[in-house]
Structure formats: C-alpha cells, structure tokens
C-alpha cells in the first residue's frame, strides 16, 4: 500500500505514534509519506520505503496567522496525485480530519479516491474538541471519514457521548516496540543518579496543565520522607517554569533532577524504580506502557484508557485525580518491599506485551484494507 500519514512532528503522544506507526508499516514493505510541517521527532534516520513532505506555509502581509489547513490540504492532493497514494490515515481530528476532508474532495473531482482514516487520540475528544470552536466541524468530520479508529474504549465512550456519531468506531490500542523500549543493564546511569542505592522515579510528560507535574512533585515529597529516593522529571513544555519554581520553594529541587527532553528516554526508564503519571486526562497513557515494557511499573491516576493499561494492584496502582497521598502511598507499598516491588516489575512487563507493536500493526494493515475494500 501507499500510506500518507498526516500528523503532529512534535512530542505528543499522537504524532510518536504516527511515526512509530509509519515506519513499522514502511519496514513491512508498504510505502510511506509524512505530511506534516517539520520532521517528526521520532523519524530520526534514514529509513526505506519512508518519505516526508514538509507543508510549507508562505506569509503574506494580509495574513496574521499563515492558513496551514490550507497549505497542508495542497501538500496532500499535490502527493496523493503525485504518488498515487491509497490512502490517508491523519492523527488527531483538529484540524486533519477537517483538511483530509477538503483534500479528499479536491482528488475526487480530478477522479482520484483517496479515503482517509482518522485516529482520535485523546485531547481532540476530551478537551480542545467539544470547544464550541471547533465541535461542529470535529462531528462533521468524524462522520465523513472513511475509517474512524480511537486508541482506547475510554476514548471511544468519550467520543459517543461528547457527539453526534453516526458510524463505526474501531478500537486499537496504543503500541511499544520492544526494539527500542525494554530493560537493559544501564547500572553505570543508575550509580551516576542514585550513588548510595536510593530508589529511582521518573515522571515524562510535555508538561501541559493536564499533566499536574507539580503533583509529582508532592507526591515525590512524600515518599522522600520515608525512602531515600531521586526524581527524575523527563521533557519540556508550558508548565515546566512554573514546576520548577514551584520544586525549587518547597524542596530547593534536592533529589530532584529536570532533564528536559531526552530522545533515549528508554535509557533512564531502563534505572527506574517506579513512572508516575498523575495526569487529569488521558486517553491512553502511551509514556506509562512504555515505562512498563522496560519493567518499571506505574503509579498513575484512574482517568481515561489509565486502566486499560495499568492494572491496578498489579502492575502499578490507580489513585483520583488530584489525590497525591493515595498515590505517594501505593509507591511506599512498593519501594518498602522489594519482592512486591519485583514481582509488580515483571507483571507490568508482562501486561506491556498485549502492547507489542508486532500485535497491534496487523490491526491497522487490516483495517486499511477493509476500508480500501469499500471504495
Ligand atoms: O498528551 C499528550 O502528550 C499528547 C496527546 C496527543 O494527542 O498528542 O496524547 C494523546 O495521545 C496519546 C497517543 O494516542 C495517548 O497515549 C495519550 O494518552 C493522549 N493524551 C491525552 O489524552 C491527554
């Protein structure tokens, strides 16, 4: 197949797992394109069968804001035409679904079929899409996709309920590639971070309000009192001046390290102890099945698809939102007893690999051909 992938290039969720996504489809032998307006962050390196299109917006005077929906809809027909694509699979309803929508129209009048698969991945349902800005046209274009898959059954409930929906949606869960994210003797990391044994935690996120990093910091502030303990706080974004203040006041950042963004983040999962995603929604929690496929299990809130991947009791433990004693809590269960905190390192493991990339990506081959099978 010929795939264009339209996505994010930055660090959200949604546009690493379009790239991941892109690339698996390209190493089976498909011919892939990203579309987007700067090289994803996970498509570093050269990979066969793998394009990418950088949508270039041109400024003009009369223009306060450069109209990208429409640069990037004539990047679409432009390669699509070019090509000769399949189809379109675009992440993130805002604003690709809506441009898919005009690009697939655009081809149709030249007598091109291109149908586009839309995947919701979280944030485009649950907070920016039901936004009276944006709802009408999100609902016009959930509906007018070709294929609609969501990442959880959360995601999907959220979807139904927030819209006016009147066609299937596929479940498909988010994926890790064990290539790159498992568990591998990095010891020298963890004596250079924890000199005198002190257990490990780590928390990444983009640092968004959703996120509630400055619950880590509480939460971290708790299990430091009754185990010595080093943070490591992974990644950058709108509320990480704020945090950093915030850890600097209460704790002067001692045990607290921020490391802004790594792209080897499996490197420092590889010495954690315990992930902590405290985060207010989450339609998946993609960074918390990636901890637990490099055996770090997770203390996390039960919002969302959370449960879907961290099993509470067993591979981690779910507390509510905002309530940072019951999650300092479920940690001291772990880091107090050893063979409890190991035993939840290789449940969490285990549960990881229901994730694996190589069991997810037939999902999506499948789905790509039911949905060529119907145009
Ligand atoms: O929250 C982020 O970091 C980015 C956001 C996005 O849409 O780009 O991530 C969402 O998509 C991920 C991949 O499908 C999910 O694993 C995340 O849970 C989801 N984030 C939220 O729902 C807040």
């Given at each position: 197949m010929k795939i264009g992938i339209v996505c994010y290039p930055t660090y959200g969720g949604s546009g690493v797992l379009a790239t991941e996504l892109g690339i698996a489809m390209a190493e089976k032998g498909h011919e892939v394109h990203f579309i987007t307006y700067r090289t994803p962050v996970r498509l570093a390196g050269y990979h066969a069968n793998v394009f990418f299109h950088e949508v270039e917006g041109d400024s003009y005077p009369l223009f306060e804001y450069a109209p990208y929906d429409t640069a990037l809809a004539s990047k679409m027909v432009d390669i699509a035409s070019f090509y000769s694509l399949d189809l379109f699979h675009v992440h993130y309803a805002i604003p690709h679904a809506a441009v898919a929508f005009l690009a697939r129209n655009i081809l149709k009048n030249k007598g091109l079929h291109v149908p586009f698969i839309t995947t919701l991945h979280g944030t485009d349902i649950t907070l920016v899409g039901t936004n009276k800005s944006f709802k009408p046209v999100v609902e016009f274009t959930i509906n007018a996709s070709d294929g609609v898959t969501v990442v959880s059954k959360s995601l999907?409930?959220?979807?139904?309920?927030?819209?006016?929906?009147?066609?299937?949606?596929?479940?498909?869960?988010?994926?890790?590639?064990?290539?790159?994210?498992?568990?591998?003797?990095?010891?020298?990391?963890?004596?250079?971070?924890?000199?005198?044994?002190?257990?490990?935690?780590?928390?990444?996120?983009?640092?968004?309000?959703?996120?509630?990093?400055?619950?880590?910091?509480?939460?971290?502030?708790?299990?430091?009192?009754?185990?010595?303990?080093?943070?490591?706080?992974?990644?950058?974004?709108?509320?990480?001046?704020?945090?950093?203040?915030?850890?600097?006041?209460?704790?002067?950042?001692?045990?607290?390290?921020?490391?802004?963004?790594?792209?080897?983040?499996?490197?420092?999962?590889?010495?954690?102890?315990?992930?902590?995603?405290?985060?207010?929604?989450?339609?998946?929690?993609?960074?918390?099945?990636?901890?637990?496929?490099?055996?770090?299990?997770?203390?996390?809130?039960?919002?969302?698809?959370?449960?879907?991947?961290?099993?509470?009791?067993?591979?981690?433990?779910?507390?509510?939102?905002?309530?940072?004693?019951?999650?300092?809590?479920?940690?001291?269960?772990?880091?107090?007893?050893?063979?409890?905190?190991?035993?939840?390192?290789?449940?969490?493991?285990?549960?990881?690999?229901?994730?694996?990339?190589?069991?997810?990506?037939?999902?999506?081959?499948?789905?790509?051909?039911?949905?060529?099978?119907?145009?």
């Open positions: 999907k409930k959220d979807t139904l309920n927030s819209f006016d929906i009147q066609r299937d949606i596929k479940v498909i869960h988010n994926f890790v590639d064990f290539r790159r994210f498992r568990k591998t003797d990095k010891n020298h990391f963890k004596k250079a971070i924890a000199p005198n044994g002190e257990k490990l935690l780590i928390h990444t996120s983009n640092f968004r309000k959703l996120k509630r990093v400055q619950d880590v910091i509480n939460i971290f502030q708790i299990i430091a009192k009754e185990v010595p303990s080093k943070l490591l706080l992974i990644g950058d974004g709108p509320d990480r001046q704020r945090v950093e203040e915030y850890c600097r006041d209460v704790c002067q950042c001692i045990d607290v390290r921020f490391l802004g963004r790594q792209d080897a983040v499996e490197e420092l999962l590889a010495v954690a102890d315990l992930f902590i995603m405290p985060s207010a929604a989450e339609s998946f929690g993609l960074a918390a099945l990636e901890a637990m496929a490099c055996e770090v299990p997770v203390i996390s809130t039960n919002i969302g698809g959370i449960p879907e991947v961290n099993i509470h009791g067993q591979t981690g433990f779910l507390s509510d939102v905002g309530d940072v004693e019951d999650m300092a809590k479920n940690a001291l269960i772990l880091l107090k007893d050893e063979e409890k905190l190991n035993q939840f390192k290789q449940n969490a493991l285990v549960q990881a690999k229901k994730f694996d990339i190589t069991k997810i990506l037939p999902a999506y081959e499948a789905y790509y051909q039911e949905i060529l099978s119907k145009v």
